[in-house]
């Protein structure tokens, strides 16, 4: 379990710092040009597509066992980190209050940024059946 513990750490700081500056360039560029729906839902495939490979990187290389019990563990730990550290972001750097960044969840935008980080959250289990499918 130490494994699977170590690797969720490991999954959430990489898919935090590349989400950060995909989010930066979604907030900065993108977003004033297409509005915010709009820029969230093409941001949520490439950082999707990156916890993806960052995942299977991880899984490897800390051999997190093939047991669900442990790639759930690995995708929940990261799952709250994550969670923990976009609610600091809201208040720390937006000055937002915890309830108005549970308010901002319940716009389109953030279900549809929630649904992606629950997908993030499901990736390691996702992984292992991708892994246990028998190849043609």
Known sequence: MLSAT???IFYFAIVFAAGFLLGT???TVIMPLIGELLAVALE???ILFVSWLVCRRLVAKF???AMASHRAA???LAFG???LAELGLSVLVFDRSG???LAHLQTASGLLGLAGQIVFAFMPLGLLRHQQRPST
Do not use: Q
Request: a positive charge; aromatic letters at 4%; charged letters at 15%.
């Open 6 to 8: 170590k690797a969720g």
């Open 25 to 27: 360039l979604r907030v």
């Open 44 to 46: 949520l495939p490439i």
């Open 63 to 65: 051999s997190v066992s």
């Open 74 to 76: 690995m995708g929940a």
């Open 81 to 83: 980190l994550l969670m």
């Open 99 to 101: 309830a108005e960044y």
